[in-house]
T-cell receptor, first 113, second 113 residues
Framework: GESVGLHLPTLSVQEGDNSIINCAYS??????FIWYKQESGKGPQFIIDIRSNMDKRQGQRVTVLLNKTVKHLSLQIAATQPGDSAVYFC????????????FGKGTLLTVNP | NAGVTQTPKFRILKIGQSMTLQCTQDMNHNYMYWYRQDPGMGLKLIYY?????ITDKGEVPNGYNVSRSTTEDFPLRLELAAPSQTSVYFC???WGQGLEKLFFGSGTQLSVL
């Protein structure tokens, strides 16, 4: 089976709330993780990445947390907006090349006005 | 820059038919990739190319062929379409072999009936 997966297939939040999307990975040797956003009818778009030597990385309104002890990755979106509605999925990498990215299944985030 | 452009956006094939999914990028990226995305599943790598004239298999290459005669173009060929090839296909490109950000096209939705 896939080594990267998501606990919840759907997440519904109110506009302005914070969103947390989770991802579990099974390979403790993975050393690089990426979050992608995929809007309906579009290709995935890079959001943020984190290397295994970090626990936290912040971007604009997004934060990725990495817990290597329990092999868990999360994406936090602050002040969620309707434009954040999309499928979010994580990917992990083992050997430093794009050939070996393993993608998770995705979580559908719906932001209610 | 147009980025990564895929054509067609939608296609319906009968079993046994053949077709070529087109992908072109104008960013002078050396590395190009073809993925398929089945409903509720993560992206799976079909084929990739590290430069003109060089291609290699990914995770799920059976039933597909590729060519890379120019830096810009990376077409994906289905010779004998099967229902199992019903999927959304994404082309992507990057500068190099490391974990530079993948730039994705908007996808081709293919149904084989």
């Amino acid at each position: 089976g896939e080594s990267v997966g998501l606990h919840l297939p759907t997440l519904s939040v109110q506009e302005g709330d914070n969103s947390i999307i989770n991802c579990a990975y099974s390979n403790s040797a993975s050393d690089y993780f990426i979050w992608y956003k995929q809007e309906s009818g579009k290709g995935p778009q890079f959001i943020i990445d984190i290397r295994s030597n970090m626990d936290k990385r912040q971007g604009q309104r997004v934060t990725v947390l990495l817990n290597k002890t329990v092999k868990h990755l999360s994406l936090q979106i602050a002040a969620t907006q309707p434009g954040d509605s999309a499928v979010y999925f994580c990917a992990e990498n083992l050997d430093g090349s794009n050939y070996k990215l393993t993608f998770g299944k995705g979580t559908l985030l719906t932001v209610n006005p | 820059n147009a980025g990564v452009t895929q054509t067609p956006k939608f296609r319906i094939l009968k079993i046994g038919q053949s077709m070529t999914l087109q992908c072109t990028q104008d960013m002078n990226h050396n590395y190009m990739y073809w993925y398929r995305q089945d409903p509720g599943m993560g992206l799976k790598l079909i084929y990739y190319s590290v430069g003109a004239g060089i291609t290699d298999k990914g995770e799920v290459p059976n039933g597909y062929n590729v060519s890379r005669s120019t830096t810009e173009d990376f077409p994906l060929r289905l010779e004998l379409a099967a229902p199992s090839q019903t999927s959304v296909y994404f082309c992507a490109s990057t500068w190099g072999q490391g974990l530079e950000k993948l730039f994705f096209g908007s996808g081709t939705q293919l149904s084989v009936l």
